[in-house]
């Protein structure tokens, strides 16, 4: 391979969040949803020739970033934006709860698939709404959408908004076209609002395509909001850049309200700079990136099999965060966290942060050097066995 992702980077002592939040510096974190490798290079020296300038003032977002954020969706998902669709903001957890403040007023109902990505019930609750749950069915080791309980959910008349996470985390599904057209047309059935969290898009393994929602058809392209930002891609969810796609004018005005008011309306030249070189020059580091991962999901489930066939690994389709059932341990999901971190100095998330529908699971973060994942599952090993 070109890139070395074998290389051990060392973070401690950055104010990491992910390493430095541990006071123990023999935790080995493998829990928030960050890499341990450097970014693509051209990403390094598009940001080294910013800082080389020395002025970081406010910073005007240029015509060429639209152009650049929709040719990337255009060339590499076959997705058509245009530009006025997009509207930058600061990071995809602010712009999912602006975009829910535009299309909801107090005591609405929000929809969500369970178990989903925690900051999904905050963005919900912070704006007043209700969350309801859909939980996703869990059988032979994957998950799939239950379209009858869902279709009984978005006709409630008070539901506006569903919430889909495509690539989900934490169930690692990459959402078929034909999944997502019958989620769509039960949700124009109904005048539900899709708004789509499709952060984890670019990570994807064989087998398996991911399919922006938006682009499945012209009426579904019209009623969703999707939200994008290559944080998780391409490692840099503290540069703090993301974007909102609509198509729809009327709501693109509400949104931008609703950025403004929550007050998330300005990014950082090192933002634009970092999203214009990943998506402009960074597909060669991009694709030998999701070589690794998948060969490191490869290790984790021979090392599972080998190791500790009782604990059933959830397929992955898409993202770097593996779901772990350790229901054959019959504890709660909160407690076998504490169990790995006090025994072992293991970090991973317990499942109940995901909802009800994740008790009993683990989430674990896979984007690491190997040596380092050998060394998590030797850890995970002997905390599990005893």
Known sequence: MKYNFDEVVPRR?????KWDSAGDADV??????DMDFRTAPPVVEALKKRVEHGIFGYVRVPDVYYGTVAGWFAGRHNWQIEKEWIIYTTGVVPALSAVIKA???SGDKVVVQTPVYNCFFSSIRNNGCEVITSPL??????????????EQKVADPGVKVLLLCNPHNPAGRVWTKQELTRLGEICLRNDVWVVSDEIHCELVFPGHTYIPFASVSEEFQMHSITCTSPSKAFNLAGIQIANIVSADADIRMKIDKAININEVCDVNPFGIEALMAAYTDGVEWLEEL?????ANYHCLRAYFDEYLPEFSV???EGTYLVWVDCSVLKQP???IMKTLLDKEKLWVNEGSLYGEAGEGFIRINIA???QQLIEGLKRLRRALKQ
Request: with cysteine; glycine share 4%; aromatic share 16%.
């Open 137 to 150: 069915i869990y059988e032979n080791g994957t998950y799939q959408m239950d379209f009858i309980d869902l």
């Open 13 to 17: 002592g950055t104010n990491s969040y």
């Open 314 to 316: 959830v397929s992955l």
């Open 368 to 370: 690491c050097p190997r």
């Open 333 to 335: 999901s909160e407690a």
């Open 28 to 33: 080995l974190p493998m829990w928030v949803a």
């Open 103 to 105: 299309l909801t007023t």
């Open 290 to 294: 999701n070589r690794y991962l998948f």
